[in-house]
Structure formats: structure tokens, C-alpha cells
């Protein structure tokens, strides 16, 4: 079946540094959600990109979809305490119905 | 905001007890889902209900597993007999359409012992 994988696993950064998160599937994605879980906490929706190509940004995030709609980018710049919390991409493919969570990436920002 | 509500927030259990997680999706929203996440895992889709009805459902949703929308408001997810193996949190999520933003609950910690 459809595999989601996120890279890297884990990232520790310093406060004020930038901080990036790549997902990749199997196969070619209709539209590519991202969630923040805050630790101990549950999934919040970011954002969602449709377009092949497509850029967005929210303040300090700026989301990329790739041409071919297999991959997707989390850019994060100069990370805040705030940041803190698991980033997983989400394959929304729009007549299916569910959604298939990429395996996550950690961020941790050292103040 | 209208937001997801999940009770109980944690649920402990002894192994091959019955337990019924219950959900209150946002009022408008067509789509339902419950998805689980073991300690510091992934998100993993266990099933969705449309219409009354299950949409789809992963290989994790066997026969142990059911789900009802009782009446106009809740969604309930219930193990028949649980297992150790089923400890993990459990969200419950909505949608207004298949492919819209998913709106998640703060969850339910199930401890199986």
C-alpha cells in the first residue's frame, strides 16, 4: 500500500536557526496536508497544497509541493520555543476517505 | 471555534475488556474517522463512517473493533476484548468532505493492563 516517509526523524536545532522537514510517497498525491502535534497534544492542520509546484507561506513556515506531487517540504525559519512539536505531511486524497499520515518528524528547539 | 470532543480522556482497562471511546464530531461535518497513535508513532488510520455507514477501514480495524453514530451527535469507537497491543491514544477526527482539513479531538489515552 501507500508508504508516507518523513525525513529526518528527529531534529534538534537552536533557537533563531531554520529547520526543514521533507516528505515523500509512493505514489503521486492528489494534495498534500500538514499537521503540528504540539507534545501531548493532537494534530492541528497547517495548511494544504494542491497545485504541482505550489509555494505557501504562514509568517515563518513555507510549504512546498513538488512538480511531480511525490513530495512535499516544511521550511521553518528562525525557530522559535514555540515550534517545539511533531510535523507529519498528510495524503488527503480527496473520494478516498482517509487520510494517510506521514511518519513524522520531531523538532526540538534548544533555547 | 467548534472543535472535536472525545471523553473519556484516559481510559484504563484490563485486558480483554470491553471499552467504548466516544467522540463528538463538529456539527456540520459529513466525515468521521478514528485514528490511534502508539507512544511517540505515527498517526494510523483505523477506519472512516459516512452516511452511517464505514467508509473504509484499515487491516488494524478487525472484528474486535466496531464503530456507531448512536444518535445525531456522538461516534463511538468500541473493543470488544482488548489486548495489550491496543494501548495507545486514540483520535477521533471530522471533516465537512473526503480531502478538506481534518479536525482532530484531543483523544483518548486507552491503557490496557
Known amino acids: 500500500g501507500q508508504q508516507v516517509m518523513q525525513i529526518p526523524q528527529y531534529q534538534h536545532v537552536q533557537e533563531g536557526e531554520d529547520f526543514t522537514t521533507y516528505c515523500n510517497s509512493s505514489?503521486?498525491?492528489?494534495?498534500i496536508q500538514w499537521y503540528k502535534q504540539r507534545p501531548g497534544g493532537h494534530p492541528v492542520f497547517l495548511i494544504q497544497?494542491?497545485?504541482?509546484?505550489e509555494v505557501k507561506k504562514q509568517k515563518r513556515l513555507t510549504f512546498q509541493f513538488g512538480e511531480a506531487k511525490k513530495n512535499s517540504s516544511l521550511h521553518i525559519t528562525a525557530t522559535q520555543t514555540t515550534d517545539v512539536g511533531t510535523y507529519f505531511c498528510?495524503?488527503?486524497?480527496?473520494?478516498?476517505?482517509?487520510?494517510?499520515f506521514g511518519t513524522g518528524t520531531r523538532l526540538k528547539v534548544l533555547a | 471555534e467548534p472543535e472535536v470532543t472525545q471523553t473519556p480522556s484516559h481510559q484504563v482497562t484490563q485486558m480483554g475488556q470491553e471499552v467504548i471511546l466516544r467522540c463528538v464530531p463538529i456539527?456540520?461535518?459529513?466525515?468521521f474517522y478514528w485514528y490511534r497513535q502508539i507512544l511517540g508513532q505515527k498517526v494510523e488510520f483505523l477506519v472512516s463512517?459516512?452516511?452511517?455507514?464505514?467508509?473504509?477501514k484499515s487491516e488494524i480495524f478487525d472484528d474486535q473493533f466496531s464503530v456507531e453514530r448512536p444518535d445525531g451527535s456522538n461516534f463511538t469507537l468500541k473493543i470488544r476484548s482488548t489486548k495489550l497491543e491496543d494501548s495507545a491514544m486514540y483520535f477521533c477526527?471530522?471533516?465537512?468532505?473526503?480531502?478538506?482539513?481534518?479536525?482532530f479531538g484531543q483523544g483518548t489515552r486507552l491503557t490496557v493492563v
Open positions: 477526527a471530522s471533516s465537512v468532505g473526503t480531502g478538506n482539513e481534518a479536525f
Open positions: 505514489t503521486t498525491l492528489s494534495n
Open positions: 456539527s456540520n461535518h459529513l466525515y
Open positions: 463512517f459516512y452516511n452511517n455507514e464505514i467508509s473504509e
Open positions: 498528510a495524503d488527503g486524497h480527496s473520494g478516498t476517505y482517509k487520510y494517510i
Open positions: 497544497l494542491v497545485k504541482s509546484g
